[in-house]
T-cell receptor, first 115, second 113 residues
Framework: AQSVTQLDSQVPVFEEAPVELRCNYS??????LFWYVQYPNQGLQLLLK??????LVKGINGFEAEFNKSQTSFHLRKPSVHISDTAEYFC?????????????FGKGTKLTVNP | DAGITQSPRHKVTETGTPVTLRCHQT?????MYWYRQDPGHGLRLIHY???????DKGEVSDGYSVSRSKTEDFLLTLESATSSQTSVYFC????????????FGSGTRLTVV
């Protein structure tokens, strides 16, 4: 079964600074990766996804992620964060077992952007 | 979120009582999922459905059952609620299998006292 590890449970950063949220996945022949964001008291919203092709994936709100097969990583980055980016971010991998596809999530990283 | 509604949004119940959470979608999607979210654990899959009356277990299915009698509704039942089932429950839908990602509901916060 696929799994993901989010290496930081909390990341504090100042406004307008760059940020990187780290995610590693278990190795597989083919892998589909996702980043979701959860704002306080809300559901999860898809930020971006990697299916194939270019290893640099651009998402909403200025976020991007880079797929690195040799390091089995899919880190999320933003060059300049805003207060409104304060949220919890989840990395997820598509796991295909028993003929059905399910998303497996990491434990989440809480990003706090301070003024 | 447009097209997917969870009810109730909040519920407090007593240990040992049955509880049913409802997920309703208007997207006519085939696949529906129930996850629970707990601090330090992220989201964990409870049960999922791949069609009317077709359901299967996820990684944390003990103590939970599900039913799907119509495409639009996916019910999660806690047969006899325990304090360990205090959590936020999310429903998600997907149009088809594959790497397309899910659309999530707004969640149900359940407290078992």
């Amino acid at each position: 079964a696929q799994s993901v590890t989010q290496l930081d449970s909390q990341v504090p950063v100042f406004e307008e600074a760059p940020v990187e949220l780290r995610c590693n996945y278990s190795s597989s022949v083919s892998v589909y990766l996702f980043w979701y964001v959860q704002y306080p008291n809300q559901g999860l919203q898809l930020l971006l996804k990697y299916l194939s092709g270019s290893t640099l994936v651009k998402g909403i709100n200025g976020f991007e992620a880079e797929f690195n097969k040799s390091q089995t990583s899919f880190h999320l980055r933003k060059p300049s964060v805003h207060i409104s980016d304060t949220a919890e971010y989840f990395c997820a991998v598509s796991d295909q077992q028993g003929g059905s596809e399910k998303l497996v999530f990491g434990k989440g990283t809480k990003l706090t952007v301070n003024p | 979120d447009a097209g997917i509604t969870q009810s109730p949004r909040h519920k407090v119940t007593e240990t040992g009582t049955p509880v049913t959470l409802r997920c309703h979608q208007t997207e006519n999607h085939r696949y529906m999922y129930w996850y629970r979210q707990d601090p330090g654990h992220g989201l964990r899959l409870i049960h999922y459905s791949y069609g009317v009356k077709d359901t299967d277990k996820g990684e944390v299915s003990d103590g939970y059952s599900v039913s799907r009698s119509k495409t639009e509704d996916f019910l999660l039942t806690l047969e006899s609620a325990t304090s360990s089932q205090t959590s936020v429950y999310f429903c998600a839908i997907s149009e088809r299998q594959g790497p397309y990602g899910y659309t999530f509901g707004s969640g149900t916060r359940l407290t078992v006292v």
